[in-house]
């Protein structure tokens, strides 16, 4: 569900050093290690570099990947607030791959900003102290009648100034004070956090300029595509190569043994051309032949099947039990049992799979790689290849989308493999629309049974939940386990939450709110079949099962935290918000409110569902209410990310996104079969915030969970027909004229 992190700072550990730039300046070099309750995934340093020319002019680098989400803004926004420079003056730079520098470099699970808040202000405060420093002694005051404005330093006792770049020279000498010790700046001093920034390389994209992994060029390089086979785990038994060599612009064409690992590389026929046209026009001379291997037998509608069965028995294993379930349901005067099931996903990013690489002469890789998770490709590579990882240097490209996608690094590893063939000459590696979708590595399918028991007077006295997820040796898929805090557990006295397993083949993965994006619609929508059926609404149970602010127990093994309070804040926020007492005066129209906590993130959303005579949604409205903690680095990029969840949600629900199987193939290819949600389907979305005492928390996630069933609830509001299977089949909500 997420973690209740401490506002963790940094210890007398952290090392800071100043040095001069060549041509004078002030560089900083922070390498600061971090407590594992603040990485995330366990202790780690954090690198940051401060570069302040003689002109004032100040560089910081953006040590993430820039996915869209908008980090590459807003962690330099952090330092340069507690630098105590205008925006204007800062410019912004993106780092090489190096976790031994910069420490963490990943784009993923919301964590950015709760793991670089307080060590990326004390690094900027440290530096605005380091400067103080170097004035004092110019001028020979204490330090503490210094102040500092718009990278300035000023003694308003004898009214003198100086710019930060002309004490680079005194400030480059002295020792860096103790970041542990520095003073921050008070909240109400901040001048840019908490204001609506524009993202650094909007200008550019907005430009067209190539700033994409997709626009790599190099001198010399040729083009390449990776034929693999259409089922997953399948190998390669011949081709045609002499056909392929033969073609139009073709220079190479040569077959690649993989290594049955679906994240490093699979069999496949590499085809290297001077444009990528002719690459992949060469393709259909290939024949290749293919051992397709046990998938080809795996389809959705075996899955369907083996979910049903699995239901009618005994559950495979129990997760979670409290009190006595099965005497509760017995006795209950009142008991309802529905099924759910959402299906297989795509990313789908825009950007389609692509890396530019280069396998010197001297037996070295370098790479342009537009990956979530660059380290972690550089590791597969290094492994796949037999290199060190200290042989691979990586650039970090802005990435045009990938919700999860790019934490796998299948088409690192694939451009890695086929540029050692050809050294000296750079290949860029790009994959087909219908190759992202058809080699995805998906969001995984889920099924659901729940039954819920009542008492005399409609009160909920026992929850049970059966999932049937899928799995691989006997373990739920990546994306497809479960979390026993799911609402309601830790606030009903007789619950059981247990699961079956159905084998697949298939490579899944995370995708946007890992987990929750299926888990929410699933048991929000059938905790509004229980608010129903106790004569109350969802928002009203939920209150009621909250009760008063408190934390409720860490999950086993973890710091995992909930605090009732902060999710009843944002529920009545949205209730106002969306004045929820009021019905719609349109026809057909109703509301619906779901709400989620996941990835530290508290969201409560209220969706309004227009359902036409044909039975046709539409969505004219939604409202969110999000508690991220106390502050929000920067309201235009947060603004945007929950617009931006809000609108990946509807189109999975009402856009018809499914992923299925038929002899172990995807059938969807293109956007003309997984359809992507469009301009004139996007809804108007009020977005507020609740501020509380707590750490800031991560926006790339956890505002999606909760608008899926909000729609869905809204669709049996104006319908009296439940949705319980994804997505969203509109021909079966007809509704009387």
Request: glycine content about 12%; aromatic content about 8%.
């Amino acid at each position: 569900m997420g973690y209740l992190l401490p506002e963790a700072g940094l210890g007398r550990r952290a090392f800071l050093k100043a040095s001069l730039l060549v041509g004078g300046g002030l560089l900083i070099d922070a390498t600061l290690p971090m407590p594992a309750s603040a990485a995330g995934d366990g202790a780690g340093t954090l690198g940051a570099f401060i570069a302040i020319a003689p002109d004032g002019r100040v560089t910081i680098t953006g040590k993430n990947p820039e996915i869209g989400q908008g980090i590459k803004t807003s962690l330099p926004m952090i330092i340069a607030d507690e630098l105590d420079v205008d925006w204007d003056q800062v410019t912004v730079t993106q780092a090489m791959v190096n976790e031994a520098v910069y420490g963490p470099q990943t784009a993923g699970g919301s964590r950015a900003t709760p793991t670089n808040w307080m060590p990326l202000r004390q690094v900027g405060a440290a530096a605005r102290a380091l400067l103080v420093q170097a004035a004092a002694g110019r001028w020979g005051v204490p330090a503490d009648s210094i102040t500092t404005r718009s990278g300035r330093l000023l003694h308003q006792a004898s009214g003198r100034s100086l710019g930060y770049g002309e004490v680079a020279a005194e400030a480059a000498a002295l020792p860096m004070p103790d970041p542990a010790t520095v003073r921050l700046k008070d909240p109400a001093e901040f001048r840019i956090i908490g204001r609506p920034t524009g993202g650094c390389d909007s200008p550019k994209v907005v430009r067209g300029e190539p700033i994409f992994g997709i626009d790599t060029r190099l001198p010399g390089m040729l083009y390449a595509v990776f034929e693999r086979c259409p089922v997953f785990g399948g190998t390669l038994k011949s081709a045609d190569l002499d056909a392929v060599r033969g073609k139009p612009g073709v220079r190479q064409a040569f077959a690649v043994k993989g290594n049955n690992r679906a994240e490093s590389l699979v069999d496949g026929v590499a085809i290297l051309a001077t444009n990528w046209w002719l690459a992949n026009q060469a393709r259909q001379a290939l024949n290749a032949q293919w051992d397709e291997g046990p998938g080809a037998a795996q389809s959705t509608d075996g899955y369907n099947t083996q979910a049903k069965a699995l239901f009618d028995g005994t559950p495979q294993s129990e997760l979670f039990r409290a009190g006595d379930v099965d005497g509760a349901l017995a006795g209950a005067a009142k008991r309802i049992t529905a099924d759910y099931a959402y299906p297989y996903l795509s990313h789908a990013p825009l950007e389609p799979q692509n890396c530019t690489a280069l396998w010197h002469e001297d037996g070295t890789l370098e790479l342009w790689a537009p990956t979530q998770m660059p380290e972690r490709g550089r590791g597969l590579v290094a492994d796949a290849l037999g290199l060190k990882p200290e042989q691979i240097a990586m650039h970090m490209p802005r990435i045009g989308g990938g919700f999860g996608r790019r934490l796998m690094n299948d088409y690192v590893v694939q451009a890695s493999a086929i540029a050692r063939q050809v050294p000296g000459t750079p290949v860029k590696l790009v994959w087909t629309r219908a190759e992202d979708i058809q080699h995805d590595f998906y969001r995984p399918a889920g099924w659901h049974r729940f039954t819920a028991g009542f008492d005399a007077a409609g009160k909920p006295t026992a929850f049970a939940a059966h999932f049937v997820t899928l799995t691989r040796g006997g373990k739920p898929v990546s994306g497809g386990d479960f979390d026993f805090q799911e609402l309601p557990a830790l606030m009903t006295p007789n619950l059981v939450f247990a699961q079956s397993g159905i084998d697949s083949v298939v490579p899944t993965g995370p995708m946007r709110a890992p987990r929750s994006n299926g888990l929410a619609w699933a048991y929000q929508s059938f905790l509004d079949e229980v608010a129903q059926a106790a004569g109350t609404d969802l928002p009203t149970l939920l209150l009621g099962l909250l009760g008063e602010p408190r934390l409720l127990p860490a999950r086993q093994g973890s710091s995992a935290q909930f605090h009732t309070g902060r999710a009843r804040g944002v529920i009545e926020k949205v209730l106002a918000m969306s004045n929820w007492a009021l019905k719609p005066t349109t026809a057909g129209s109703a509301k619906g409110f779901a709400f989620y906590f996941c990835h530290l993130g508290y969201f409560a959303e209220v969706v309004e569902a227009a359902v036409a005579q044909d039975g046709t949604v539409r969505v004219p409205r939604v409202w969110v209410a999000g508690d991220i903690g106390s502050h929000i680095v920067n309201p235009s990029g947060a603004e945007n990310q929950v617009r931006g969840s809000v609108i990946d949600g509807l189109g999975q629900a009402l856009g018809g996104l499914s992923i299925t199987l038929a002899a172990g193939r995807v059938e969807q290819e293109n956007f003309d079969t997984y359809p992507l949600p469009r301009i004139p389907g996007t809804p108007d979305i009020a977005v507020d915030f609740v501020a509380s005492d707590f750490p800031p928390t991560g926006l790339g996630e956890p505002a999606l969970p909760p608008v899926i069933p909000a729609l869905c609830n809204a669709v049996f509001a104006a319908t009296g027909k439940r949705v319980r299977k994804l997505p969203l089949d509109t021909a079966g909500f007809t509704r009387p004229a």
